[in-house]
């Protein structure tokens, strides 16, 4: 199991360059977690797909819908005071420290294409592209 950021999720919904990276990490690891905000961040990101035309409103629903059944089981509420801490102490987003707050609740790796965490957490964050 990993725990993979919203970026991972929509790179291996979405096609696009970072498409086959996500597969391949899919192939080593099918077992991905992630915190309960991964829906919105990922509804968020379909919603400017459809606002730009870039697919429209039907597949964004079923594109979702196959990522929550994807994802099913494998989504977990993080405690507040370690998310603000961490955010504090890493001048990383709240957001972005509920997905390193998981991994290390969870003791797995934390895959994400975000620079700034890769570079606040290098013992539990790893790029997608190794």
């Known amino acids: 199991m990993i725990v993979v950021d919203t970026n991972v999720l929509i790179y291996f919904w979405i096609p696009g360059e970072h ?6 990490l899919f192939k080593r690891d099918a077992e991905w977690a992630a915190p309960l905000l991964w829906r919105s961040e990922f509804r968020n990101v379909l ?38 801490d961490c955010a504090r102490a890493s001048g990383c987003t709240a957001y972005d420290c509920e997905f390193v707050v998981l991994a290390e609740e969870l003791g797995i790796p934390l895959i994400t ?3 700034k965490v890769l570079s606040a957490f290098p013992k539990i964050a790893s790029p997608l592209h190794t």
């Open 47 to 84: 919603r400017g797909l459809v606002k730009r035309n870039t697919i429209d409103f039907s597949t964004a629903v079923k594109i979702a819908e196959q990522a929550e059944s994807q994802m099913k089981g494998n989504e977990f509420s993080v405690p507040a005071l370690e998310v603000l």
């Open 19 to 24: 498409t086959q990276a996500a597969e391949r």
């Open 113 to 115: 294409s975000d620079k």
